[in-house]
């Protein structure tokens, strides 16, 4: 599929999907979410994407926001709209049956951060810059940020950002939880790439149900999530990777997994 304001293309396993409006930092305009939705549609039904990397295109921004010149003009039908396709297209990323990994290589601001706050985890370059500056612009975050990011950092540092609207840089980010790792700039992909790939190199169906016991279990009470717990881990053994993983404990070899 061609797509105008986003790229996607695959490698061993890891699909490398980039944001790419270089010249607005990357801001998320209408025609750009429509995009991510149909592409993350195609990655959802995708046996070899095994893991997922979201970037920006150009070295100086991940995601510099909704497109605030887009939305100036709106009135509440369409702002509510444009909400919610974004936060549609958000939670499908949230809930891809696939790892998710941002790779955070700049600007990371209101959609964006929430954005890399849909992924599963977050790598970061030495100048990104996160923050949530809607309240600055008289809105409020619009595509899941009250709800992910104090989710990820905590209530209290979850608000301070909100309510500030200030930006912090990688090694703040890093320090309250909202980053994984910081690494200098020019080896930001492919120490991100390294993790992908560590994770595709492992049995793809109890990497997927992990995924989906951790955000069930986010959602409700703990009880209710150690049996679904019991479910996934139940269900494993139906696999061929399984028997795979453990005989080749016990064999003392390689192994080799098929996915299955
Ligand atoms: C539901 C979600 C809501 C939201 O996400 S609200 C939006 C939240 N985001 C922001 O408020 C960030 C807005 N952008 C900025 O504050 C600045 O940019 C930066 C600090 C990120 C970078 O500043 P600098 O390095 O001086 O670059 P530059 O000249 O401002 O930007 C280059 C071009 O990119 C466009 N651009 C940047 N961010 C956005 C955006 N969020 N929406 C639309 N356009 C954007 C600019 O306008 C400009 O373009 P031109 O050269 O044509 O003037």
Redesign the pocket.
Known sequence: MEYKNIKFEKNNGVGILTIDRP???N?LNFETVSELNACIECIEKDQDVKVLVITGGGN??FV??????E?STKNPVEGRIF?KA?QDVFTRIENLPQPVIAAVNG?A????C?LACACDFRYASDNAKFGQ??VG?G?T???GGTQRLPRVVGRGYGKELIFRANVINAEEAYRIGLVNKVVPQDQLMEEVFKVANQIAGNAKVAVQLSKAAINRGINCDVVTGISYEDEVFALCFSTEDQKEGMAAFIEKRDKHFTGR
């Open positions: 010249k607005a930092l801001a100086k921004s510099a926001g909704a497109d605030i010149k939305m909400g974004g600007f601001l209101g959609g964006g929430e500056p809607e612009l809105i975050p619009g595509f």
